[in-house]
């Protein structure tokens, strides 16, 4: 089982910058997959940011050239800078991990309690 624990959240004005953490903890083989998605009321979830277990990056396009996702595979943390925030980027942002509990486990997909985060003046 993988527990996601997510910090950085927070108000900050429009132009300002935010990092948030996510780190994963438990028992598991591997997580191949690590990423951010946000939610505002309403509306659906949605991909911010994800990083493979080798580096490779996605991006949402309203996040392109401002977000930038990083992760420490030794700590099994991810990470995703903010800059250039805009009010529109203000929802809860949720940690995702799609891992393996055990060499023989199917993949799962596991979720962090979410981080608020307000680009308000």
């Known amino acids: 089982q993988v527990q996601l624990v997510e910090s950085g959240g927070g108000l900050v004005q429009p132009g300002g910058s935010l990092r948030l953490s996510c780190a994963a903890s438990g028992r598991f083989y591997s997580i191949n997959v690590m990423g951010w998605y946000r939610q505002t009321p309403g509306k659906e979830r949605e991909l911010v940011a994800t990083?493979?277990?080798?580096?490779?990056?996605k991006y949402a396009d309203s996040v392109k050239g401002r977000f930038i996702i990083s992760r420490d595979n030794p700590k099994n943390t991810v990470y995703l800078q903010m800059n250039s925030l805009e009010p529109e980027d203000t929802a809860v942002y949720y940690c995702n991990a799609f891992g393996f509990a055990s060499i023989f486990a199917k993949g799962s997909d596991y979720w962090g309690q979410g981080t608020q985060v307000t680009v308000s003046s």
């Open positions: 990083i493979t277990i080798g580096g490779s990056t």
